[in-house]
């Protein structure tokens, strides 16, 4: 059975860049798309944006400028790097799978809380 | 790119029936049926409950259905029961090739 965990700094200065790492188990990462989605305190979901196995990537309109999605299939893990953050950024962080056959995200992570402050 | 919307909450009684509207647009909801919906409980990652507007996957109950027309999907739980109290989340690919939620709707058994 496929599982997700995310892994990361959980305190992030202002200006700096957020790194997370998400490991991949139990199956391999090719043939699927990978995403990271997070969730401000209280608030509901955003979509960050997803990269294919082929390395083929999507961003969400509002971050594009400074997100980046990689992957490491020799290590089974996805990744996220996301830049000049602010407090507007202190979520819980989700990775996940978006499986083609669903179009849905059928696996995710438990996610981890980032927050931003000095 | 802007979120779908839903109601903030929608409640009802043990054994009744509720319904959840997410509304798009073109760009969304109304060009593909490439919707889903997701279940979130208080603390945990959120589950998918339909996918492709209207399949579910296996081990949700039959009593969660969905539909779309036009620019909206709905997702209906009947026989509503304590254990459906969650916030709920629709879902749905873009013509710019992303993906956009909705705000989520909280679900209160009464």
């Known amino acids: 059975q496929v599982q997700l965990q995310e892994s990361g700094p959980g305190l992030v200065k202002p200006s700096e860049t957020l790194s997370l790492t998400c490991s991949v188990s139990g199956g391999a990462i090719s043939g699927y798309y990978w995403v990271w989605i997070r969730q401000p305190p209280g608030k509901g979901l955003e979509w960050i944006g997803y990269i294919f196995y082929s390395g083929n990537t999507s961003y969400n309109p509002s971050l594009k400028s400074r997100v980046s999605l990689l992957l490491d299939t020799s290590k089974n893990q996805f990744s996220l790097k996301m830049s000049s953050v602010t407090a507007a950024d202190t979520a819980v962080y989700f990775c996940a799978r978006l499986t083609s056959s669903w179009d849905a995200f059928d696996i995710w992570g438990q996610g981890t809380m980032v927050t931003v402050s000095s | 790119q802007s979120a779908l919307t839903q109601p903030p909450s929608v409640s009802g009684s043990p054994g009744q029936s509720v319904t959840i509207s997410c509304t798009g647009t073109?760009?969304?909801?109304?060009?593909?049926?490439?919707v889903s919906w997701y279940q979130q409980s208080p603390g945990t990652a959120p589950k998918v409950i339909i996918y492709e507007v209207n399949n579910r996957p296996p081990g949700v109950p039959d009593r969660f259905f969905g539909s779309k027309s036009g620019n909206m999907a709905s997702l209906t739980i009947s026989g509503l029961q304590a254990e459906d109290e969650a916030v709920y989340y629709c879902?749905?690919?873009?013509?710019?090739?992303?993906?956009?939620f909705g705000g989520g709707t909280r679900v209160t058994v009464l």
């Open positions: 073109s760009n969304d909801v109304g060009s593909y049926d490439r």
């Open positions: 879902g749905s690919y873009t013509v710019r090739s992303t993906y956009v």
